[in-house]
Nanobody, 121 residues
Framework: QVQLVESGGGLVQPGGSLTLSCVAS????????MGWDRQVPGQQRELVASITTTGSTNYADSVKGRFTISRDNDKNTIYLQMNNLKPEDTAIYYC???????????????WGQGTQITVSS
């Protein structure tokens, strides 16, 4: 069974930094696009950043220049380094990944359980 497990959330003051990690584990043929979304209760989930297996990245305009996504393919792990955090970054952050469990299976998106980030003084 495939699992995505996030870690690294918490409370931070405005201007501070945090790093999130997400590990994909279980029986998998391959892990492809991985990324982070976030959601404020009552609002739509939005893309924060994504990264391909070759390291190509995509960021939401609101986090460009402040957040950096990176990846360790050998460990099926992604990281999100978040700097200069703002109160509007407060949300639940979800890891996601496009995964094939066997050679013949189709891609399926898997999600982590989410980790809360609160930016407040």
């Amino acid at each position: 069974q495939v699992q995505l497990v996030e870690s690294g959330g918490g409370l931070v003051q405005p201007g501070g930094s945090l790093t999130l990690s997400c590990v994909a584990s279980g029986s998998m043929f391959g892990v492809y696009l991985m990324g982070w979304d976030r959601q404020v209760p009552g609002q739509q989930r939005e893309l924060v950043a994504s990264i391909t297996t070759t390291g190509s990245t995509n960021y939401a305009d609101s986090v460009k220049g402040r957040f950096t996504i990176s990846r360790d393919n050998d460990k099926n792990t992604i990281y999100l380094q978040m700097n200069n955090l703002k109160p509007e970054d407060t949300a639940i952050y979800y890891c996601n990944a496009d995964i094939k469990v066997t050679f013949h299976s189709t891609f399926q998106v898997y999600w982590g359980q989410g980790t809360q980030i609160t930016v407040s003084s």
